[in-house]
């Protein structure tokens, strides 16, 4: 089993950052994909930043403010977000998607991570 650990939420005026970090553990053999998603009440779960070993993805909505990275010794992945907009609030989920030590694929989720912004 793979088990992801959030933290770094909170609350936020306007204009603000908060930075969220994900830790993978388990029985990890490689890590392909890690992101993040957001869902705001109401609405349907959506990518914010995904991170492969070659690339990097942003919704438009974010581009410019958020900035996603990994930290591929510690399974880690970080999510930088800068000028926070009201319309960011929302619970964050952290995404690994990899292969175990049993060759088995995992697409594991994080138990999600209030993130609130004051007007």
């Known amino acids: 089993q793979v088990q992801l650990v959030e933290s770094g939420g909170g609350l936020v005026q306007a204009g603000g950052s908060l930075r969220l970090s994900c830790v993978a553990s388990g029985r990890i053999f490689s890590i392909n994909v890690m992101g993040w998603y957001r869902q705001a009440p109401g609405k349907q779960r959506e990518l914010v930043a995904a991170i492969t070993k070659g690339s990097i993805n942003y919704a438009d909505s974010v581009k410019g403010r958020f900035t996603i990275s990994r930290d591929n010794d510690k399974n880690a992945v970080y999510l930088q977000m800068d000028s926070l907009k009201p319309e960011d609030a929302a619970a964050y989920y952290c995404?690994?998607?990899?292969?175990?030590?049993?060759?088995?694929?995992?697409?594991?989720w994080g138990q999600g991570i209030q993130v609130t912004v004051s007007s």
């Open positions: 995404n690994v998607q990899g292969v175990d030590i049993r060759a088995r694929a995992f697409n594991t």
